[in-house]
Each structure stands twice: as structure tokens, then as C-alpha cells.
């Protein structure tokens, strides 16, 4: 008898075929419907024109919209094939079986759709631009608006990346080359999201990486609903149980996800609850949020009735029609959120803009005082969740260790909560506000995140705590959370970017780079320039310290004498890059600085050299710290080595080890010397 986790449906293969025609064609037909009904409910299908003014047709009032829904959902069931292959369907000895493979290349063709939608996209939205009709738009345009213009620039990324994920999509095979392809894919979704209207709203962090995630999410959720149900409706579909159970619980993480997203998204685009019944843009918000509510409705019941009997062919039918209908209200929420993007949101009439309000997001603080340090905050949206997960997770893995009787030391707690609380505090507090304005007050925040806050996460040994806490795979030869970490610490990776050479570098000299070209200037002009200087102060901080005093396990093993020389060095280079920006006869990044003035500042020069002597200063603090540290574990581990040399001597009988090694290996010299000696003598 054939297990339950392997259960076959016994729908026939030409029943099988009819129900996915069925879903397929009532989810397009939901997803048009939608599209029109919301265009021409909000306006957009038909807007007033006047004379005089161009207008690019109908043909592109109609087609962006359809050329966008074409393209969301193309992505959703690219990525959501992929995540079907390498993470809901068990893997065998590490590897996808025959149909992961042919969910991989099945991927491929979905991309290559998702390529030509967000093509078709590109010409569209460039028609709409210029306000001329498609056929009038000719190739140099379309060239110069998809290298030039960041709006074509994002499209043209997904394009290449879509493409990407065709071509290597028929080749793939390995888990971890599929992983890779599925990073490409969901990478691919968030140019368009990055460089649209969000960037440009009043609220830059809430925009940006709300739309951002949300796209992200409901990809996932979308795609990967679609494609379980196509697995689970096929007559060959192979563990079909494990598959929902996953993806049940995969779903409820992203329902959050989109739950989250969805409410930063309007946040940042809502000035008033009343805008959400009186305007056409809120009232399309209030839809989608309908349809959301439904489809959170479906996934309880999915969890509640369906998911405890998929093994049983009463519970498979279940999911079948739960999930049948969740795949049509999707459609169709993803056609309202194509004709959302074609809908003006209601204007910022609350506050007057100026230049530094365009740049930041936000309006001039007051002058800096430690009462504004400590009390404007301001939410970014992505360090409020990464703070939020890496907290949570540390937790659950902590909680779970001590509910098992297994212990983990309370230092190693404290020190991860301390930095997660010192990263919140230089982000979202009033450091990080003022990092907008002054200088001084950005190095600050420098020097936290890439030397407080790595050592403190450092110490507190995340990976030793996810190896200790998370169950191993329930299949042989199948991976989980659990072997997915240690095939990336084992991966190669890894191993670079953990090598003295890389890490080292990285650390070190980046800061030149950053600070001493006209790159500082350009990323501060951005909220994801900002975005990515602090993400990569954090890691390169990390990966410096966690080869220095890391107590997790690494993928190799530098001796604590290079440790001391590599911190060394570092503690020089760095005092040497504050001691430059003081010395400094020009402001740096005036790039930036030059846009706009600090009423209440006197002298820009003079708190560039407050800057500098942060980091010349406070820099070294750490520094000498790590050092210590660095010293006492040294002294540490010769003790544990000395141990190990007593105890192994102890057993063996002999009261020196290391004595008795020296003799053998003299011995062995002295026996290669007389076999020498007898080989002459024979000649």
C-alpha cells in the first residue's frame, strides 16, 4: 500500500486537464473583469482631456493597464513554480526529482511571458509619457527612455532578469542552483516597484519598501497557490500532502507579509481616513482590502478543515474547491491593483513642499537637542521588520531550547537584544533623523551600525542558537531550514565572503570609496542609496567581527595571531579615514548637502570636522575593545588545548604528550634514515 504522504488523486489525467483549463480561464476572465470594471469605475478608462493636450489613445489607456496585469501575473506563477520545485516538494539526496525539474522549466516559459508583458509595459508607459499613440513612438525613444528614464530603467531590469530566468531556467537542476534562480526572480519583481510613483510620495521609507514587499508577498502567495493546485489537480502529482502542508504554512507568513505592506502602502498614499470613501483611489484600496479579508477567510479554513484531511480524498477535494476559489479572487484582486496603478492618488495638501521635504521624505527638524534625539522617530518600514524577525526568531529558538530542557547562556541573549535595540536606536530614532541633515550626526550612525551593532549581534552566536533550535528535515535526503543553513555556511560563498582577504578589504577600505568619491552624494540623494549604506555598514561590519570574535561555528578556522594583526590594521585605516575628513578643506558630498540649507546650522565645514572626529574617536572604542576580547579568547583556547593534551595524555598512559610525540617523530626520522642507509648499501 502506497504511503499517505505519496497518495496519488484519482482524478483522470483528461479530468485533471479540464479543471485546470477551468480555474485558469475563470481567474482571467475575474482578473479582466476586475481591471475594467476598476478603470472605469475610478476614471481612468475614460478621463476628461482637454483640448489641445496630448492624449496616447485608448490603445494605451487600455493597454498599460492589461500589459501590467500580464505582467504580475507571469511573475507570481514564475516564482511561484520555482518555490513549488526547491521548497514545497521534498527534495531527493539534496537534489529536485523529475517533476521539481519540469516545475523549473515550466518557470522558464512563464518568464519568458513575464519578459514580454514587462516589454510591452515599457512601450506602453512610454506612450503614456510622451502623450502620443503607440504606433507614433519610435525605437530611439524607446532606447533612450529604457537606459535613461528610471521608470524605463526598472522595467528594463525585470525584462533582463525575466530573461535571465528563462534561459537558465532550462538547464537548472540543482537545489541550489534553483534556489539562485528563484533569488533572480523575485529580485526581478522589485525594479518597478523601486523606481515607480512610491519613490516619490511623501513618505519615501513607507512607500518604497511597503510596495516593494508587497509585491514580494503576494507573488508568493499568488503563484504559489496556483502552482500547488496545478500539482495537486494533476494525475501524477507526487507528495501532494507535504506540499500543502508547507505552503499552509508558508501562506500565513506572507498573509502577514501582505497584511503589513498593504497598510504601509496606503499609509504613505492616504493623507486622511476620510480620502479612503471620498476618493476613487481609496475607495479601489477598500475593494482590494475587501478581497484580502476574503482570501485571509479561505486560508483559515484551508488551515482549519482542509490541510488536517489532505491525505484523505475528501480533503483533497476541499482544498481543491477552497483553493479554486481563492485562485479566481486573486485574479481579480490583482486586476483591481493594475487599474490602482493607473489611478491618481489624492494630493498632499497638508504640507508645503521644499527642496529638502523632496529629498527626505519629511519636513526640516527643529534644531538638535537630546530632547529631538530621543524623541523623533520616524518608522522605516524595512528595519522596523528586519528588527521585528531577528528578534522574534532569537526568541522562538531560545524559548525552544529551554522548553526542551536544553540551556543557552543569558549573556549571548543579552548581547543579541542590546544590538537589535542599539540598530533601532541609530535607524529610527532621532539619530536617524538627523542623519538627513548634518554630518556629524550620519558618521554617528556609521560607527553604530558597522562596530556597536555587529559585535553585540556577533556575540549573541545567531547560527549556533538556528543549528541548536531548528528540527532537522523529516525525509532523508530532503532539506529544511535547518539544512539549508549549513549547506550555505558549507557553500563557497561562504567561504569567500568569511575570508581575511575578502572581509578584511571590505571593512576597511570601503569607507574611502563610499566617502571620498562623488558616490556618498548620489546615494544620500535616495532613500534606497540610504537604505543600502546602512545595510552594507551592517554586514561588512558583521562578517569583519564574526571572523574576529565570532563564536559561531565559520566556514574556516584564522589564527588568533592574524586576528590581532587584521584588527590592527583596521584600528590604523581607521583612524587614518576620520583624521582625512578632517583635513577636509571642502564639505563632502555637497552633492547632496548643496540642495538645500540648515537654517539653524552655522557652518557646514565645521560639523563635517565634527564628523571626522567621530570617526577618528569614537571609532577606536570598539576597536580596543575587540581587541581585549580578542586576547582573552586566545588565552581561552590555549587553556582548552592544554586540557585536551592532559586528558589525552592520560589516556594514552603517558604524562607528556607532546614529549611523546617528539620522540615518535624522530623515530620515524631515524627509521627513513636506516631504510636510506640499506637501500645504498644494496646498490
Known sequence: MASPDIQRPRTDGHGAGEAVVLVAAAAAAACLIALILAMLLGGAGYPQISPGLPDPGALTRWGLPVAR???????????????????????????????????????SWAALVWAAAAGAALVFQLSDILGRPVTEVVGNEITSYASSVPQGIGLTLTV?????????????????????????????????????????????????VGLSLHVLTVSVWVGGLAALTFHALRGTGEHVPTAVRRFSTMALWVWIGVALS??????????????????????????????????????????????????????????????????VLMAAAMGLAAALSRTAPPPDLTEATDAFRNLAGFAMPPPMSPQTLLTLWRPDLFFILVIGVLAGLYTAGVVRLLRRGDTWPRGRTVAWLAGLLALAGALLSGVGTYSYVLFSVHMVQHMVLSMLVPILLVLGAPVTLALRALRPAHRRGDRGPREWLNAFLHSRYSRLVTH???????????????????????????????MFMNVHFLLAGFLFYWIMIGVDPAPRKVPFLLRI?????????????????????????????????????????????????????????????????????????????????????????SEDADLDAY???????????KKREEREERL
Open 160 to 208: 533582463l532578469a525575466a530573461l535571465g530566468v528563462a534561459l537558465i531556467g532550462r538547464t537548472t537542476t540543482g537545489a541550489a542552483a534553483t534556489v539562485g534562480l528563484t533569488a533572480l526572480a523575485l529580485v526581478g519583481l522589485l525594479p518597478p516597484a523601486l523606481t515607480g510613483h512610491a519613490s516619490s510620495s511623501g513618505s519615501h521609507e513607507m512607500a518604497i
Open 69 to 107: 496585469a500580464a505582467m504580475d501575473v507571469s511573475a507570481a506563477l514564475t516564482v511561484g513554480l520555482l518555490v513549488l520545485a526547491v521548497f514545497l516538494l521534498p527534495l531527493h539526496q539534496g537534489t529536485p526529482g523529475e517533476q521539481a525539474r519540469s516545475y523549473v522549466r515550466a518557470a
Open 500 to 530: 581575511p582577504g575578502f572581509a578584511t578589504p571590505v571593512f576597511v577600505f570601503s569607507v574611502y570609496v563610499l566617502y571620498f568619491t562623488p558616490l556618498f552624494g548620489t546615494l544620500m540623494q535616495d532613500h534606497l542609496g540610504h
Open 565 to 653: 594583526v587584521l584588527l590592527l590594521v583596521a584600528m590604523g585605516f581607521h583612524a587614518f579615514f576620520g583624521i582625512v575628513i578632517m583635513m577636509q578643506s571642502a564639505p563632502l558630498g555637497m552633492e547632496y548637502y548643496g540642495q538645500f540649507e540648515v537654517p539653524w546650522l552655522d557652518d557646514l565645514a565645521e560639523d563635517q570636522y565634527a564628523g571626522g572626529g567621530v570617526a577618528w574617536a569614537v571609532g577606536e572604542i570598539p576597536t580596543l575593545l575587540v581587541l581585549i576580547a580578542l586576547v582573552v579568547q586566545w588565552s581561552r583556547d590555549e587553556e582548552r588545548a592544554e586540557r585536551r593534551r592532559e586528558r589525552h595524555s592520560r589516556r594514552d598512559g
Open 663 to 673: 620522540n615518535a617523530y624522530l623515530a620515524s626520522l631515524e627509521r627513513r634514515a
Open 262 to 327: 498593504g497598510a504601509a502602502s496606503a499609509a504613505s498614499r492616504l493623507y486622511t481616513v476620510g480620502e479612503l470613501f471620498t476618493t476613487a483611489y481609496g475607495q479601489l484600496m477598500l475593494a482590494k482590502t475587501a478581497a484580502f479579508l476574503a482570501l485571509g477567510v479561505l486560508g483559515w479554513a484551508h488551515r482549519a478543515h482542509a490541510v488536517p484531511r489532505i491525505a484523505e480524498e475528501p480533503g483533497r477535494r476541499l482544498f481543491l474547491r477552497f483553493a479554486g476559489v481563492e485562485i
